[in-house]
């Protein structure tokens, strides 16, 4: 569904993405982790537009997407959520996930019955003529997934949509993503620190560490990887 080529990214003098490759299958979700300034949030700008590439490609579906502008790529299908929350304050819970749902309804795949089924999964039906700024933290959080969704993605970002939340919601947030991919065929990349939520999750895993990948294929194997233990999970690991 993606692929990742050769992908860079410099600041001036600095590359905080350096020659990244990975590739995520339909309907997979692959772990993206690493410690803090390893590039994680860099690579998912890059790949939904808020960043152009210094260099390398990206493919979605085969088709090659990387000049393509933030809003182009979210029409195609790529969706993504953001580490600090960009909601619309101004708007209710109920048109803050319109807004992304105009941009898709009509299409040949549209499905009405989708976002209705999120709003009762995610526990938004009770909230939606509130403002999002009167939600629970974890609310919103769940409030921002619907609405990436609401844009029927191919691919759905989800850049450490576990911050802040408790146990209880941490454990509801991965029965959602999972029934989010059988009631909708995406691929999902998930960025998050929490490694017992990322193993619990995810199919596959690619492990960045200043700017490049350092392992990347199954749980079991990446986390007994001795860079990734350095790196990610501590010597003492």
Not at 74 to 79: C, Q, S
Not at 151 to 174: C, H, I, S, W, Y
């Amino acid at each position: 569904m993606l692929e990742i080529r050769g992908v860079s990214k410099s600041f001036g003098g600095v590359k905080a993405v350096d020659g990244v490759s990975f590739m995520v299958e339909a309907n997979e979700i692959h772990g993206l982790i690493g410690p803090n300034g390893a590039g994680k949030t860099t690579m998912i700008n890059l790949i939904s537009g808020l960043l152009k590439l210094s260099a390398g490609e990206i493919l979605l579906e085969g088709k090659p997407i990387q000049d393509l502008s933030a809003h182009e790529k979210a029409r195609i299908g790529v969706a993504r959520t953001f580490q600090n929350l960009r909601l619309f304050a101004n708007l209710s819970v109920r048109r803050n996930i319109e807004v992304a749902e105009s941009e898709h309804s009509g299409k040949p795949d549209h499905d009405p019955d989708l976002i209705e089924d999120a709003i009762d999964r995610f526990g938004l039906r009770g909230d939606v003529d509130q403002s999002p700024r009167n939600l629970p933290y974890g609310q919103m959080r769940r409030l921002e997934i619907v609405r990436a969704l609401a844009l029927r993605p191919k691919v759905l970002m989800l850049d450490e949509p576990a911050a802040g939340m408790n146990p209880d919601e941490t454990d509801q947030l991965f029965k959602n993503l999972t029934w989010l991919r059988e009631r909708h065929t995406c691929a999902i990349i998930l960025i998050e620190h929490d490694l017992k939520f990322i193993l619990s999750a995810c199919e596959k895993l690619t492990v960045m560490n200043m700017g490049s990948v350092v392992a990347s294929g199954l749980p079991d194997d990446v986390t007994k990887n001795p860079e990734v233990i350095n790196a990610y999970l501590g010597k003492g690991a």
